[in-house]
């Protein structure tokens, strides 16, 4: 745009306010008056709504999946009717759509609300299930910092353990595995890496600590694995032989069964050939 044209615009915006204050004052008095009334009308039938159909209008939103919409209006909600039989579903009902918009953290405050402003009201065992899953929704893969899985496994635990037959015990039992599979994942990584470094012991001790806290996973099956590995390493022939036979009794993870069998099957030649020619 030049800045001719510029200026023109500038000069009808000047003279549309100019033509506005040349109005009789009569005229800009009846306008005045019409746009109070219009607003306290407005403003009556706002402030005239219940709690229960400000509820209700706010949990249709979430019910279609409006979810930021259901976040404001739950809010408004919490704000006007604090007090109100309604505050207990709308803080939950705000957790649950910050949940269904990825706002875990926010979600998370608005269910600790309901568990220590309500424990023994309609939603509570609900709230300290979504805890656990504002937690669970956090983590991350296995490289990465568990921080999140382990405040995830502390949540649901606590969960499991107030609520034994709970409503959601089935899920939160689902998510408790998928958490700690997950640590005894990172933990094995670890013990994979040890080795690739050569370092026999530092890696047995990561593999221990997986069949010590996840013996009931697929991942003690790869824990015993990868301690036979390090005593090959360590050229404990003996000891690595032993540990493999150990995974051939289990009868566990299949792949990790076959790889015992396959790395065993060498280690015998191995011992063969060493005493043949000794």
């Not at 983590?139 to 037959?165: F, W």
Request: net charge negative; glycine share 6%; proline share 3%.
């Amino acid at each position: 745009m030049s800045h001719s044209e510029a200026g023109k615009m500038r000069v009808r915006e000047i003279r549309g306010r100019n033509a506005l204050l040349g109005l009789p004052l009569c005229v800009l008095a009846v306008a005045v008056m019409a746009c109070f009334v219009f607003s306290c009308g407005a403003s009556k039938e706002i402030g005239s709504e219940t709690a229960e159909n400000q509820f209700e209008r706010a949990k249709r939103r979430y019910d279609a999946g409006r979810y930021l919409e259901a976040i404001e209006q739950f809010k408004t909600l919490l704000a006007r009717f604090p007090g109100s039989k309604y505050a207990e579903p709308a803080t939950f009902f705000l957790g649950k759509s910050r949940f269904e918009s990825k706002e875990y953290l926010m979600a998370e405050m608005e269910f600790e609300r309901i568990v220590r402003d309500f424990p023994r009201g309609d939603y509570a065992e609900e709230a300290t299930f979504m805890l656990g899953m504002c937690a669970y929704a956090q983590r991350r893969p296995a490289p990465y910092d568990q921080t999140a899985t382990e405040r995830a496994i502390l949540l649901l635990t606590g969960y499991v353990s107030l609520y034994p037959g709970g409503a959601f015990l089935q899920q939160a039992e689902e998510k408790l595995k998928e958490c700690r599979s997950l640590l005894a994942k990172k933990l094995q990584a670890n013990g994979e890496l040890y080795l690739k470094l050569h370092l026999p012991t530092a890696a047995r001790l990561s593999f221990e600590e997986v069949l010590e806290k996840y013996e009931d996973l697929n991942w003690a099956d790869w824990a015993l694995v990868g301690i036979a590995k390090s005593y090959e390493q360590e050229e404990n022939w003996a000891k690595a032989a032993e540990t493999y036979e150990g995974v051939l009794e289990r009868d566990g993870d299949a792949e990790a069964l076959g790889t015992a069998k396959e790395r065993l099957r060498k280690l015998r030649e191995r011992i063969e050939t060493s005493e043949s020619s000794g």
